[in-house]
């Protein structure tokens, strides 16, 4: 059974930092890509950062040159720094993977607040 749980979640200042975590079990999860996704009260959830087998990387817009994902191998563990944050990041994130075969699994999210 696939299971991905994120943690780190907190309440944080504006421009303040917080390192989000996703831990995956019953799965080899390097060979799949990795990502972080978010979802705002009353918004459609948005894709945030990815992190393919090969190690490339795609962000949003919004988020470039502040976020950073990076994952450890051994610990079956992937990881969202995020730096100088802002109001407008407030959401609930959600680790997801897609592996090779193109199953889709998600973790329960972990809110992140962001005063202002």
């Known amino acids: 059974q696939v299971q991905l749980v994120e943690s780190g979640g907190g309440l944080v200042q504006a421009g303040g930092s917080l390192r989000l975590s996703c831990a995956i079990s019953?799965?080899?999860?390097?060979?799949?890509?990795m990502g972080w996704f978010r979802q705002a009260p009353g918004k459609q959830r948005e894709l945030v950062a990815t992190l393919t087998t090969g190690g490339n990387t795609n962000y949003a817009d919004s988020v470039k040159g502040r976020f950073t994902i990076s994952r450890d191998n051994a610990k079956n563990t992937v990881y969202l720094q995020m730096n100088s944050l802002k109001p407008e990041d407030a959401a609930v994130y959600y680790c997801?993977?897609?592996?090779?075969?193109?199953?889709?699994?998600w973790g329960q999210g972990t809110q992140v607040t962001v005063s202002s």
């Open positions: 997801n993977l897609v592996t090779v075969y193109g199953a889709r699994y």
């Open positions: 019953g799965i080899i999860f390097s060979s799949g890509t």
